[in-house]
C-alpha cells in the first residue's frame, strides 16, 4: 500500500483560496491512480476529483468543476488539490486516496489508500 499523508487545510473566507498536499511513500507512486475525496458532517464520504497515473486525464465533480485543480508531481511524490472560489459549503475533512489498480473512478471502492484527512473549514 502507499502511505498518504495530507496538509493545507484551515480556515478560509468565502471566495478564498487553499491549495492541498498529498505526500505518499511506499509502493510505487508513479504508476497509481489518485484522488481527492471530502466527507462533511453527517455526509457522506464523497468523490472531488482524480487524476491518472501521469497526470495528463483529471476529472472532477460537477459541484467543484471550474473551481478546483488537482495536479501532481510524480517527482515528489505528491499531489495537490487547488481550491478557489471557496464557498461554505466545500466544508469538510479532505481525504487524498489511491488506486493500485491502473484506472480509477469517481468511487471510493476504486481506491486502497488512504490519508487522515485535512480540515478545511469556509466561513461565511
Known amino acids: 500500500q502507499v502511505q498518504l499523508v495530507e496538509s493545507g487545510g484551515g480556515l478560509v473566507q468565502t471566495g478564498g483560496s487553499l491549495r492541498l498536499s498529498c505526500a505518499a511513500s511506499g509502493r510505487t507512486f508513479s504508476s497509481s491512480p489518485l484522488g481527492w475525496f471530502r466527507q462533511a458532517p453527517g455526509k457522506e464520504r464523497e468523490f472531488v476529483a482524480g487524476i491518472n497515473w501521469s497526470g495528463g486525464n483529471t476529472y472532477y465533480a460537477d459541484s467543484v468543476k471550474g473551481r478546483f485543480a488537482i495536479s501532481r508531481d510524480n517527482r515528489k511524490n505528491t499531489v495537490y488539490l487547488q481550491m478557489n472560489s471557496l464557498k461554505p459549503e466545500d466544508t469538510a475533512v479532505y481525504y487524498c486516496?489511491?488506486?493500485?489498480?491502473?484506472?480509477?473512478?469517481?468511487?471510493?471502492?476504486?481506491?486502497?489508500?488512504w490519508g487522515q484527512g485535512t480540515q478545511v473549514t469556509v466561513s461565511s
Open positions: 486516496a489511491a488506486s493500485s489498480t491502473p484506472l480509477a473512478g469517481p468511487y471510493r471502492y476504486d481506491y486502497d489508500s
